[in-house]
């Protein structure tokens, strides 16, 4: 099992810019792909993005492609998340996620989350 650690969350204006991290630690944290899947209020968890194990490709959700860039830092097992042009519809909890592939953090049930999350709020 993969333990992830996510930071950076807070409260920002539409428009603006934050950076999510998530530092994985234990058995596949160097070999897993990593993403990020977040949950509105009142909404079920949806897939945000993802990158495969060495960083070389990358997978977004259609309504954050152009606004979101995640990246990952492999000598740390460090998966960030730059999220600029954020809207009011990006308010939710995101989770950091692991899986042995980009695709099981898409289909996002069953997939190994972090713990609590990091909350993100964009205001109008």
């Known amino acids: 099992q993969v333990q992830l650690v996510e930071s950076g969350g807070g409260f920002v204006q539409a428009g603006g810019s934050l950076r999510l991290s998530c530092a994985a630690s234990?058995?596949?944290?160097?070999?897993?792909?990593m993403g990020w899947i977040r949950q509105a209020p009142g909404k079920e968890r949806a897939f945000v993005a993802a990158?495969?194990?060495?960083?070389?490709?990358?997978y977004y959700a259609d309504s954050v492609k152009g606004r979101f860039t995640i990246s990952r830092d492999t000598a740390q097992n460090t998966v960030y998340l730059q999220m600029s042009s954020l809207q009011p519809a990006d308010t939710a909890i995101y989770y950091c996620?692991?899986?042995?592939?980009?695709?099981?953090?898409?289909?996002?049930?069953?997939?190994?989350?972090g713990g609590k999350g990091t909350l993100v709020t964009v205001s109008s």
């Open positions: 996620a692991s899986d042995p592939t980009w695709v099981g953090i898409r289909r996002v049930v069953g997939v190994n989350y």
């Open positions: 990158i495969n194990w060495s960083g070389t490709t990358t």
């Open positions: 234990g058995r596949a944290a160097s070999t897993n792909a």
